[in-house]
């Protein structure tokens, strides 16, 4: 093993949630998912910390006074492990929508910002940013391109005014299900457009993976409509494509497999299938291509942000309750630190 200690690794929460509910599988509740992160243990190494949706029915973000806020630290605390990105409930109001939804949208902002600096200020929370999206389908942006990226731009400035105000950074989340995001070509144009300096870009290798496939995007296509996965050669091209344009952007990490396929599950939009690590049919070298995001076109480490997460979004319930599925994830992210970490006196 290396004497890496960056980045931290860190396990996502939201996955018991997202794609769960009435329409689909129970969710897992908030301590299951701190439960499976804090048992998981490879050579000795274990998570250092989760990131956090702030969904119920894990986390009211209406219940955000200082009380409620420390009693959630504590109770992550107690697994021996910190919190890092915060994922921002913002679908309440498309950020293209009317004024009272986009209204909305920057509230959900706000109330996300004061969470997470209450939670730095207790010393739980060294690093990670503030996730949002565009709250938008692509097929609603498509009616009109030109003004709704206007008015998407809009307000997420508003809301990277707002979370200037509390020293919180956003993260944009690529992902192929969001109006204005779902191409890495409108991708780039969106970050652009904002122009703030605490916007940045949250890359997922399973929803970047889709990037390269046109999909909802066929203009943007990087590989070929009969592309063979075997031809690696042409594979790591156009990662390099997508990485060159979105990397010096990226403040926020997810490593993840991908099957090259979409998949939704419940209420959630199909996008970026999420693989197991060792899933037969995955077409990402894990390790290696997380090295196209945490390396520059020179091979330097970017050391752009302090953790990386696993994303685990739609696995089965009969999946995630397996032990060995955390043990296979954390596997998979410590090798990640191997090729790509570095040490510093924490």
């Known amino acids: 093993m290396t004497a890496h200690n960056y980045p931290k690794l860190h396990n996502a929460t939201w996955p018991g949630i997202v794609g769960k509910g009435a329409d689909s599988e129970p969710p897992l509740s908030f301590e299951k998912m701190l439960e499976m992160t804090a048992a998981a243990e490879v050579d000795g190494i274990r998570f250092d910390g989760v990131d956090l949706g702030l969904l119920e029915p894990h986390i009211d973000i209406s219940k955000n006074t200082d009380e409620d806020i420390k009693k959630l630290a504590d109770k992550v605390s107690s697994y021996n492990l910190k919190i890092g990105s915060l994922v921002a409930p913002v679908w309440g109001g498309p950020a293209m929508g009317s004024r009272e939804e986009r209204t909305l949208f920057v509230d959900m902002v706000r109330k996300s910002c004061q969470f997470g600096k209450r939670l730095r200020e207790l010393g739980v929370r060294p690093y990670g940013v503030v996730r949002i999206d565009s709250a938008s389908s692509p097929e609603s942006w498509l009616a009109d391109p030109v003004n709704n990226s206007k ?105 993840a497999q991908n099957d090259g396929t979409v998949f939704g599950a419940g209420s959630h939009d199909k996008t970026g299938r999420h693989c197991q690590a060792h899933d037969p049919h995955g077409k990402l070298d894990i390790p290696n291509d997380a090295g196209f995001w945490l390396r520059d076109e020179n091979g330097h480490l970017t050391k752009a942000f302090k953790h990386i997460c696993w994303d685990g979004c739609m696995f089965p319930n009969e999946i995630m309750m397996r032990q060995q599925t955390w043990h296979d994830i954390l596997a998979a992210m410590i090798q990640v630190r191997q090729q790509h970490g570095w040490y510093e006196t924490d």
Not at 184 to 198: G, H, I, Q, S
Not at 233 to 242: Q, R, S
Request: net charge negative; proline share 4%.
């Open 151 to 255: 008015r998407i731009a809009e307000t997420f400035r508003e809301a990277c005014d707002v979370a200037a105000g509390y020293g919180e950074k956003l993260a944009a989340e690529g992902e192929i299900c969001w109006g204005g995001m779902h191409s890495w070509k409108t991708m780039v144009e969106m970050l652009e457009a904002v122009d703030r300096p605490n916007l940045g870009f949250q890359a997922d290798m399973a929803h970047t993976l889709l990037y390269l496939l046109g999909y909802n995007s066929p203009e943007d296509r990087i590989l070929p409509a009969d592309f063979d996965w075997n031809d690696r050669e042409t594979l790591t091209e156009g990662l390099k494509t997508v990485t060159k344009a979105l990397r010096p952007w990226t403040i926020d990490f997810h490593v």
